[in-house]
């Protein structure tokens, strides 16, 4: 089957719709630089903690692209549940994971961090892009009951679109990202299109500010693993 690709414009607000789901790993490997190394890279640090009878969360699950490396690598030793407030992704991922849902190692469940935290205890949290679509006011919080939910040993492996420390800084990290789209295929009315819609869905803000709210969430170890201009993911460990 020829994968689908991606040429979604939405109207309005943008939102994780049937339609978007259909052609997100299309939309990821061309939105995302450096995406199979980054997936590469958080699946071998996530590995590396991995507690034997524990749980492996996934916030923002979609499709559950995370969950499935970890799953071939630690199958039945470990339980996994993937958040996610996407009716159409929640769909994707149970239809992906049916037999591992069918014998009770992975759960799938809809959630908005926004209203609280699952209870859990995990050895390995993810959230890869997800951050930055929850409103600022909650992130706080939420990283705080991230590392509350982490068992010793544990850690949480977040990765999130970024703004530049100065504003001439940022024009040219944000040039240099809306080039490499070009160059992926997207028109630069899908660009534009997408850039509107996302406006107050998806609010990044600086890699040191990320990196204070982590320290202040109580994760006393915190490095940067993984950087490409305006995107960069961060290791914490309980």
């Not at 969950?67 to 929640?90: Q, V």
């Amino acid at each position: 089957m020829e994968e689908k690709k991606d040429h979604i414009i939405q109207e309005g607000k943008w939102t994780f719709d049937g339609d978007v789901t259909e052609v997100f790993d299309d939309m990821l490997e061309r939105s995302i630089p450096q995406y199979q190394l980054m997936r590469e890279t958080c699946l071998d640090l996530a590995k590396e903690y991995v507690k034997p009878i524990t749980t492996i969360v996934d916030l923002g699950c979609s499709r559950g692209e995370a969950l499935a490396g970890l799953i071939k690598r630690f199958g039945a030793y470990n339980h996994y549940l993937g958040i996610e407030i996407s009716d159409p992704m929640i769909e994707a991922s149970k239809k992906r994971f049916s037999g591992w849902i069918e014998n009770g190692y992975v759960n799938i469940r809809k959630f908005d961090l926004r209203t609280g935290y699952p209870t859990v205890l995990a050895s390995v949290t993810l959230a890869v892009l997800t951050i930055q679509f929850i409103p600022i006011e909650y992130r706080l919080r939420i990283l705080r009951d991230i590392y509350n939910s982490t068992g010793v040993g544990g850690c949480f492996i977040m990765v999130e679109k970024v703004i530049g420390n100065s504003a001439d800084i940022d024009e040219t990290m944000t040039k240099l990202y809306l080039q490499m789209k070009l160059d992926n295929g997207y028109s630069q009315e899908e660009i534009d299109r997408k850039k509107l819609s996302l406006e107050g869905a998806l609010v990044p803000v600086t890699a040191k500010w990320n990196e204070e709210m982590l320290r202040m969430s109580g994760w006393s170890q915190v490095d940067c693993f993984w950087r490409w201009m305006n995107f960069g993911g961060w290791i914490a460990l309980k």
